[in-house]
């Protein structure tokens, strides 16, 4: 993996189902020998992997970042994930910086290395063991059994959470927006982190309308189907018991475009406004979040827009 690339290739087909994920390693010396973590993080998220670059100490800054660093000419937040998950890294190891973009931020995490790039499913993506995420803070997405063992997802929306560099945009200004929203709406809100999940759960009750959560794809789409079922048994449309629906992109068993796919190609679901609501912030998931047909493409966490898109999807939703 050529560390002067600026961007990893996006080659997957759009609502399929996949993605690409950078598989890199975590070293944790436990005395008697060293334990490598196996990690992965989706490659729409990775800009680049580097050596080490140099670190500049900044003070009151959380115990978590190392400092910050100058690379391609921005000064972003360096974060060390050993240090998050309290780990002792043995006395002599190589590191690299991944390089990530994502919620409008650029952000480096220091690994001990970045192995390869792999293609998985969604599907098979299965939930972590409790004890495991227990000791992560709860901050796993999925595992994935792997030739070198379990590889881990992690939720870097609940790890800058958990540090404090999670931003959420224009919370005041959504406030006094939701004073004046007329109608309210009942939204289906796809979201795994359970962190994200909160944060967008929050800004849509807080204006006044009804939020269905599902952790994934999957469970969204078992839901719109027994609410289609009720629906025909009692002779009315979907949008008389869901009118939006949100969905992230990034999620285990269902990702986000092929729930979004699926309704699209679904008699009785087809009219349901959908909004993707990611935390990849590229062109490039905006085409494709478009190219399956979804309503509208938000990047987290900018309540005033949510709010906005909400009003104006729910409103065309009724009318349809």
Same mark, same amino acid.
């Given at each position: ?14 609502? @399929? ?12 010396? =436990? ?165 994200? =999940? ?27 189907? =027994?609410?289609?079922? @009720? ?30 796919? @699926? ?58």
């Amino acid at each position: 993996m050529s560390s002067d690339t600026p961007a990893l290739p996006n080659i997957l087909e759009t609502g @399929k189902n996949e993605l690409e994920i950078v598989d890199f390693r975590i070293r944790e010396d =436990r005395g008697e020998g060293s334990y490598e973590w196996i990690f992965g993080v989706n490659v729409a998220k990775v800009r680049e992997v580097l050596r080490m670059p140099k670190i500049t100490k900044v003070p009151n800054m959380p115990p978590e970042v190392e400092g910050m660093a100058e690379i391609r000419g921005k000064l972003i937040p360096v974060v060390s994930l050993a240090r998050w998950m309290g780990l002792e890294e043995p006395p002599e190891r190589k590191k690299f910086l991944l390089h990530l973009e994502f919620l409008r931020e650029n952000v480096g995490v220091i690994v001990h290395e970045a192995r390869r790039i792999r293609r998985i499913s969604w599907s098979d993506i299965k939930k972590a063991p409790d004890t495991l995420n227990q000791k992560l803070g709860g901050r796993i997405t999925g595992v994935v059994d792997t030739e070198d063992g379990l590889l881990i997802i992690l939720d870097f929306e609940g790890i800058l959470h958990d540090i404090g560099l999670l931003k959420v945009f224009h919370e005041e200004e959504a406030l006094e927006q939701a004073k004046t929203v007329s109608k309210n709406y009942t939204i289906l809100l796809a979201e795994d982190s359970p962190v994200a =999940r909160r944060i967008i759960r929050d800004i849509l009750e807080n204006a006044g309308h009804r939020v269905i959560e599902a952790e994934d794809g999957a469970q969204a789409w078992d839901l719109l189907n =027994r609410y289609l079922e @009720k629906a025909r048994e009692e002779g009315k449309s979907i949008k008389e018991f869901v009118q939006v629906v949100i969905t992230d992109i990034e999620m285990p068993n269902m990702d986000g475009l092929t729930l979004t796919k @699926k309704i699209k190609e679904t008699a009785g679901l087809m009219g349901l406004p959908v909004i993707v609501n990611t935390t990849l912030s590229d062109d490039s998931n905006r085409q494709r979040a478009f190219r399956v047909n979804a309503d509208g493409f938000i990047v987290k966490f900018d309540a005033q827009e949510l709010l906005t898109m909400v009003s104006r999807l729910g409103e065309r939703g009724e009318e349809s």
